[in-house]
């Protein structure tokens, strides 16, 4: 099913934000913003959802974490015990501080490279995927918010155009 | 204007008559000659003590066994000299650890001017009211070091010139370690950061009245205030807590006490804050500006694991004997607050920490920070006590009033000192910023 949308362009992000608490308080949907960076307090603004990103990233850093534990204690203590400045090989914890800094490297490791690629399935974003955004100018200098349009096109243009847009155009959105 | 209430004046009287008391009390119970010493720690039946006393006692009758008489007379002269110490580090312990915080909000505040931070400027007036307490409590410790100049203590060992006599590594050292030298150099520091301190309230102050463009002035002398703190704070660590143990160094020790100072200073900030927000004043500051704080002492509380374990881990692993006694004395003597501090200083903050929402929260924030600070309380006494007071540790009476007496005149001089001024700076080109800073 197709909806009718319109996307009003912004050149500035603090025009944008206004734009985006305006367009709320008078009750329109706003479908997306594509902006050409991040814009600090954006999704607040637009009343997403607070994002789970950071719950995900701190258990993927406890699976590091744990993975490092076993893997040093595998490879140090069970397999192959080395005599290092003489340090006990036989017991994990006596010689649990000379892992520390594997335990903490995998620690951020995990955490860094599972949370960029949980980024990038939860935006369905994938390598050859074609750009979604609507005018190529927003990876420039252009913000531009996509409105549902349900209701009458010309009023809605008026209200966009006072809260600061500078281009207009309405399309069939899939 | 902040009013100082009379119920705060009176709790930190209060604070400081307990803490007098108790501070007495503790040079008052202490032994005051060898055989006193004897008796009290044979008294003490979980004291391991009480055997060597037993020893001292078998040997007197034995003629034979002169040697090992000897060596048990100097035990206990040792664990006399210990006991003596115990009330003089205590104060010690406290003094130091307020003056960290005001040094290194002090610090914190010049990086502030020095970075021209616009999220930090309502926050200004308390902070300068925390480093207010940098001249008194230089004062106070001054007099204390040079009372150990004159031998009223013996905390520091190598003022002894008995000990420093055919002790190579000692000798080798009275051109920096000698007293007259030692406490001109805490001349310098103190009156050093008490002119910055006394210099910047002076600029700030103008400008509530009339844009002096001190914010510009500030820039710069914040940025030599800088220079001038990181040179003389790693040096102050070295004079007043390293040279303790003077045969043993550690390269980063500087770092790492300023790592224990950040932590405690932005925490020792979002209380007072906190404090002033509850009793209706500094509505300006939100949660956004808490949020910020809370972030730092999550994110310093890190930094102070990172060069607590990077100190420790080397030397663990070279095991040079002159450096890892520094860690087996902690480890045998000092286990439960060697360790304890790690899980009040790093797995506590960061795990209540990590999450966001509750850096918003105030109550949260002011529980986790009271804990903060006692950890690094026990941080700086981990540092001290070893080589001062040894196994004859404990927290006592006058540990505790101690940190009472000086928390009474910390108190008593930083809302002194908030009442004294407007609680929002004026004239400030960023204040407006700060006003409006949502995250």
Not at chain 2, 227 to 254: A, C, K, Q, R, Y
Not at chain 2, 277 to 287: A, E, F, W
Not at chain 2, 400 to 410: K, P, Q, T
């Amino acid at each position: 099913m197709s909806k009718k949308v319109i996307q009003a362009m912004y050149n500035d992000d603090d025009i944008l934000m206004d734009a985006v608490k305006e367009v709320r308080a008078a009750n329109h949907h706003i479908e997306e913003v594509y902006t050409p960076f991040p814009v600090h307090g954006l999704d607040k603004a637009m009343g997403l959802a607070p994002t789970r990103l950071a719950i995900a990233a701190f258990i993927y850093g406890c699976i590091g974490l744990a993975f490092s534990t076993w893997m040093m204690n595998y490879m140090m203590i069970e397999d192959w015990p080395q005599d290092i400045g003489g340090k006990p090989n036989m017991s994990y914890i006596q010689n649990m501080p000379a892992f520390v800094p594997i335990m903490f490297e995998l620690t951020v490791f995990f955490a860094a490279h599972l949370m960029v690629i949980t980024f990038y399935m939860r935006s369905r974003l994938w390598p050859f995927k074609d750009a979604e955004n609507p005018d190529p100018r927003t990876t420039d200098d252009m913000f531009v918010m996509e409105i549902v349009l349900d209701e009458n096109e010309d009023e809605m243009s008026a209200f966009l155009t006072k809260t600061g847009a500078i281009e207009l155009k309405v399309t069939e959105k899939l | 204007m902040y009013t100082f209430s009379s119920k705060l004046k009176t709790f930190s009287f209060a604070l400081m008559i307990i803490g007098a008391l108790c501070v007495g009390y503790g040079f008052l119970s202490t032994p005051s000659t060898l055989e006193e010493s004897i008796e009290m720690t044979s008294h003490d039946s979980h004291d391991t003590h009480a055997a060597d006393t037993h020893v001292v006692d078998a040997h007197a009758t034995d003629a034979h066994a002169a040697d090992a008489h000897g060596a048990d007379d100097a035990h206990a002269m040792h664990v006399f000299h210990q006991l003596q110490n115990r009330p003089w580090s205590a104060l010690y312990v406290a003094l130091f650890f307020f003056l960290l915080i005001a040094l290194t909000t002090l610090a914190f505040y010049a990086i502030q001017h020095a970075t021209q931070a616009g999220w930090s400027v309502v926050l200004f007036r308390v902070m300068e009211a925390i480093a207010a307490y940098l001249p008194i409590g230089g004062i106070l410790l001054f007099v204390f070091l040079m009372l150990s100049g004159m031998h009223m203590n013996h905390l520091f060992v190598w003022m002894d010139p008995e000990v420093v006599k055919g002790d190579i590594l000692l000798e080798n050292k009275v051109g920096y370690l000698n007293v007259p030298f030692f406490l001109l150099r805490a001349a310098i520091y103190i009156a050093g950061w008490s002119f910055f301190q006394w210099h910047s309230r002076k600029l700030t102050r103008a400008q509530d009245k009339v844009d002096t463009g001190a914010y510009r002035k500030l820039l710069k002398r914040s940025a030599g205030f800088l220079v001038f703190f990181l040179i003389t704070e790693s040096m102050m660590s070295w004079d007043w807590i390293m040279s303790l143990d003077p045969h043993w160094f550690s390269t980063l020790f500087g770092w790492y006490i300023f790592s224990s100072g950040i932590v405690s200073a932005v925490t020792m900030i979002a209380l007072v804050t906190m404090y002033l927000k509850s009793q209706g004043y500094l509505d300006i500051v939100n949660d956004s500006h808490l949020h910020d704080l809370a972030k730092y002492m999550f994110g310093f509380s890190v930094f102070w694991t990172y060069l607590w374990f990077s100190q420790f881990m080397l030397i663990w692993y070279a095991n040079i004997p002159e450096e890892v006694t520094y860690f087996i004395t902690r480890f045998e003597d000092y286990r439960l607050p060697f360790l304890g501090m790690v899980g009040l200083n790093f797995f506590f903050p960061v795990l209540v920490l990590i999450n966001s929402d509750f850096k918003r929260v105030n109550w949260f924030v002011m529980v986790t920070g009271i804990i903060i600070l006692i950890g690094h309380y026990l941080d700086i006494y981990v540092m001290i006590m070893p080589a001062t007071v040894g196994e004859q540790w404990f927290i006592g009476i006058p540990e505790i009033g101690s940190v009472l007496l000086i928390a009474g005149i910390f108190i008593y001089v930083v809302f002194n000192a908030l009442s004294k001024a407007p609680l929002i700076v004026k004239n400030n080109p960023y204040i407006k910023e700060s006003e409006g800073f949502r995250y």
